[in-house]
């Protein structure tokens, strides 16, 4: 009997409710573990150091000033548990805050624009590439 593997532990920090909220059913549905949702990067930190999930998808633009607490939260997740991976949501092009996540360590980090999403297959398959 064929033993299916471990489906990837992901925590999602979105700010938009909505948004987060239909994230979180999209992956479950696509049969990864949403181990937590949150809406703030200090969040984040806390989830991510209780849960260890395989990957982070963060939203860049996050509470109190939405600018780049989620980058620096992604950049801080990738210097603590290196092993964990990053995909950065964004609605807006960000390359140069990308560029200075990229610059620690490119394995283990995507960048997905979220207009850019078509496909939802394409999306749960690039979360995958980046975890493994």
């Known amino acids: 009997m064929k033993q299916s593997a ?4 992901v ?14 059913r999209v992956l479950s549905d696509a049969g990864l573990d949403v181990v ?11 989830i991510v150091a209780a849960a260890q999930p ?23 997740i990738r210097t603590r ?3 964990v991976a990053v995909v950065v949501l964004s609605q807006h092009v960000e390359t140069a805050h990308l560029f200075e996540l990229l610059g620690q360590d490119p394995r283990g980090v995507g960048y997905v624009l979220k207009e850019r999403v078509a496909d939802v297959d394409q ?10």
Not at 6 to 9: D, E, K, Y
Not at 11 to 23: M, S, T
């Open 6 to 9: 471990p489906s990837l532990r």
């Open 54 to 76: 395989d990957v982070v998808l963060a939203d860049i633009r996050m509470p109190p000033t939405q600018t780049t607490e989620g980058l620096l939260a992604a950049r801080e």
């Open 11 to 24: 925590v999602l920090a979105e700010d938009a409710v909505l948004l987060r909220e239909g994230l979180r």
């Open 36 to 46: 937590g949702t949150v809406g703030n990067a200090s969040e984040l930190l806390e």
């Open 123 to 132: 999306f749960v398959a690039a979360i995958g590439r980046v975890a493994a």
């Open 81 to 83: 548990w290196p092993g």
